[in-house]
């Protein structure tokens, strides 16, 4: 209850980052459990059994709940941390951030290709302007996000968004407002979160004209 008396209403359920404190939505969290054999498992859908533990989806909040044993902490007993546990989280990020946008394209909701997305911001019918990362500087400052940062994407390689359109390479690709368009934001946040300091090297690509 609130001082006024009333509820708090929250739209979306909180949880603690075990590496910074923070209290966040879970839609900026990743979810991990132990695994039987003892082993720290990311649980990027949220729909493994056990107990959650929360990290912030944040290369730097991993890196130091890795490098601080938080996990062991907070599972309240000891567990193993794979080696590889920074990768294997974006991996599974960047492949559900892939799929939904592959479902998004098949539901209508998505398309790509420059003309599609110019057309699709002339009728004033864009909700989110994604770009390759690796595309070029001055082909994507054709095409504007329709409201800022907050509906751009622009961290996923050319390669990986022709996966998800069925193509070899796309550059340009937009959402339409509907079902699916704040789940693969959300998403591709929590992606983004985990690229920020990895850079180029995530890319691993050369700059490919518009």
């Known amino acids: 209850m609130t001082r006024g008396g ?25 979810r991990f459990v132990v695994a039987p054999d003892g082993t720290i498992t990311p649980d990027v859908a949220g729909k493994l059994p056990g107990r959650g533990i929360w990290l912030r989806a944040d290369r730097a909040a991993l890196d130091r709940a890795v490098k601080k044993k938080l996990f062991s902490r907070a599972a309240r007993q000891q567990v193993s941390v794979p080696d590889d546990l920074a990768a294997m989280v974006h991996q599974l990020l960047t492949r559900r951030v892939l799929d939904m946008l592959s479902m998004a394209r098949k539901g209508g909701i998505a398309v790509a290709g420059y003309e599609k997305v110019r057309d699709l911001a002339l009728r004033d019918d864009m909700a989110v302007l994604i770009q390759a990362a690796d595309g070029s500087e001055r082909g994507k400052t054709k095409l504007k996000p329709p409201a800022g940062d907050e509906t751009f994407i622009g961290h996923l390689t050319a390669r990986e968004l022709g996966f998800a359109f069925g193509r070899d390479r796309v ?40």
């Open 171 to 210: 550059i340009h690709a937009a959402l339409r407002a509907g079902g699916l368009t704040t789940r693969v934001v959300e998403e591709a946040a929590r992606l983004a979160g985990l690229r920020e300091q990895i850079g180029a090297k995530v890319a691993g690509e050369e700059k490919t004209n518009a």
């Open 6 to 30: 009333r509820k708090k209403e929250l739209d979306t359920p909180e949880r603690r980052c075990i590496a910074t404190g923070d209290v966040l939505p879970v839609a900026h969290l990743i």
